[in-house]
């Protein structure tokens, strides 16, 4: 993001499961305690089919914990089995700041879930850019961002092969 320290972290995964698949583990945000790493708290504040807001706080290794609101929208593409979630800050639809947590000034990104190469299994993309906020040094929170990402992109497959009778 230009003018930011905090750079978009991208990845990118394959999945022997079809594109639904891996987005019904996306979006069951009730389900999210049993497998994203870091988790402390989601409560759903609103769901209109197509967009739900919800707020979280996360456990930040060797630093205070965050929270913050955010707005999820889904694009189903049925016909090309491509499937899209986008996210982005709500924090003024949520509860305001208590001083337990540092709000996290500005998190965005998204998931992709397609049709793999030759229409088998599936391409997973994940990117997200965050402003953590607080006074945690840029090339600290970009080394933990790094494997963050790592780690939540494994944590969805594997849970989606879990809950599809893979071990």
Same mark, same amino acid.
């Given at each position: 993001?230009?003018?930011?320290?905090?750079?978009?972290?991208?990845?990118?995964?394959?999945? #022997?499961?079809? #594109?639904?698949?891996?987005?019904?583990?996306?979006?069951?945000?009730?389900?999210?305690?049993?497998?994203?790493?870091?988790?402390?708290?989601?409560?759903?504040?609103?769901?209109?089919?197509?967009?739900?807001?919800?707020?979280?706080?996360?456990?930040?290794?060797?630093?205070?914990?965050?929270?913050?609101?955010?707005?999820?929208?889904?694009?189903?593409?049925?016909?090309?089995?491509?499937?899209?979630?986008?996210?982005?800050?709500?924090?003024?639809?949520?509860?305001?700041?208590?001083?337990?947590?540092?709000?996290?000034?500005?998190?965005?990104?998204?998931?992709?879930?397609? #049709?793999?190469?030759?229409?088998?299994?599936?391409?997973?993309?994940?990117?997200?850019?965050?402003?953590?906020?607080?006074?945690?040094?840029?090339?600290?929170?970009?080394?933990?961002?790094?494997?963050?990402?790592?780690?939540?992109?494994?944590?969805?497959?594997?849970?989606?092969?879990?809950?599809?009778?893979?071990?």
């Amino acid at each position: 993001m230009a003018g930011s320290p905090f750079p978009e972290f991208r990845a990118t995964a394959r999945s #022997p499961l079809p #594109p639904a698949a891996i987005f019904d583990t996306l979006w069951k945000h009730e389900e999210y305690f049993a497998f994203i790493p870091h988790l402390k708290r989601l409560e759903l504040l609103s769901d209109t089919g197509d967009e739900r807001v919800t707020y979280e706080q996360v456990a930040v290794p060797l630093a205070r914990d965050r929270d913050y609101t955010a707005r999820a929208r889904k694009r189903v593409d049925q016909a090309a089995q491509r499937y899209e979630i986008t996210f982005t800050s709500a924090n003024e639809a949520g509860p305001p700041p208590d001083g337990r947590y540092v709000r996290v000034s500005s998190i965005r990104g998204g998931w992709i879930v397609e #049709p793999g190469i030759d229409g088998q299994g599936s391409i997973l993309r994940y990117d997200v850019q965050t402003e953590p906020g607080g006074a945690i040094p840029a090339w600290i929170a970009n080394r933990a961002q790094r494997g963050a990402v790592a780690d939540l992109v494994r944590a969805v497959l594997a849970r989606a092969l879990q809950t599809n009778g893979h071990k």
